[in-house]
């Protein structure tokens, strides 16, 4: 399985600071935004990601991750010429992918949770789709997923005036090999965009998707506005300070996978020894052991 950020879009509902710098480059508390859900894929064991971009902001992304050689994975690049949906990321990735099963992030969302990590790396070996739904106040916002009695998923529609769930489907998809045929096949909608949620749902239709209901412990935060961008750094702040341990480092998430020593851990360090978030790399070879781990 390989991974794909889109971290392309205008990012308008952040408008005006994203007239000069990306959205996804844009601080969440002491990271850049695109170290989330980065560290993300890499939790699910994934080491070769693509990373979709608009034309002008691909070399601000190349000069902040490379080719990925120094957190011991490989790093891609493709462009987004104009924003035409979420399923159109698979149709662009179709040459990286190269028939291969694939996680799809999008790279305002941010997760956090105890066993997330082990929960993703299950996925790496589906067939069809398997999403995530998590329970949020005001549904109609997103992508909602109905259950049946049983726990089944019965439907999906996009932003509903009136939700018949509580259940939106956040922004993390994990796909069988077919993913690129079967977005081929979408029409777009009336917005002129191939829309995830009709990929999904012809997955419904053919039987072949599963859903994971996120645990009440589990944080989804989706920093599309300047609103929750704000509610998800102090979200950040909170649980590092309480803790002490960073949320969303990918360098640790490379290193407690064994793909970085600790000698290269402290090269990377090096890089941001000026700051917090290097001091923290730094140490991290001289924690005490987690119990259990």
Not at 127 to 140: E, I
Request: hydrophobic content about 40%; charged content about 25%; glycine content about 10%.
């Amino acid at each position: 399985m390989k991974g794909i950020i889109l971290a392309g879009g205008t990012g308008s509902r952040l408008g005006p600071v994203t007239g000069a710098v990306s959205k996804q480059l844009l601080p969440v508390f002491d990271k850049p935004m695109i170290f989330y859900p980065l560290a993300t894929l890499m939790m699910a064991g994934l080491r070769e990601l693509l990373i979709i971009t608009n034309p002008h902001d691909e070399e601000a992304f190349r000069r902040l991750l490379g080719d990925g050689s120094e957190l011991g994975i490989r790093i891609d690049y493709a462009v987004q010429a104009r924003p035409e949906g979420i399923a159109q990321a698979l149709l662009i990735s179709e040459e990286f992918l190269d028939g291969d099963a694939v996680a799809l992030i999008l790279g305002d969302n941010i997760f956090h949770g105890p066993g997330l990590g082990t929960r993703l790396a299950e996925l790496r070996e589906i067939d069809g789709a398997h999403l995530f739904a998590y329970r949020v106040a005001d549904p109609s916002a997103y992508g909602v997923i109905t259950f049946d009695d049983a726990g089944n998923p019965v439907a999906i529609v996009e932003k509903p005036q009136q939700p018949t769930s509580a259940y939106a489907i956040p922004g993390l998809y994990f796909y069988s090999n077919d993913a690129v045929k079967l977005a081929r096949e979408l029409t777009p909608s009336e917005r002129g965009e191939l829309e995830i949620t009709d990929l999904n749902r012809a997955y419904l239709d053919q039987g072949r998707l599963q859903v994971t209901v996120l645990p009440r412990g589990t944080a989804w935060l989706d920093t599309g506005t300047t609103t929750t961008l704000v509610q998800a750094a102090d979200f950040v702040r909170v649980v590092e300070e309480r803790q002490g341990l960073k949320v969303g480092c990918p360098e640790e998430v490379a290193w407690r996978h064994g793909w970085l020593t600790d000698a290269e851990l402290r090269s990377r360090a090096d890089r941001y020894r000026n700051s917090e978030y290097g001091a923290y790399l730094n140490s991290l070879p001289d924690l005490p052991p987690e119990p259990g781990a």
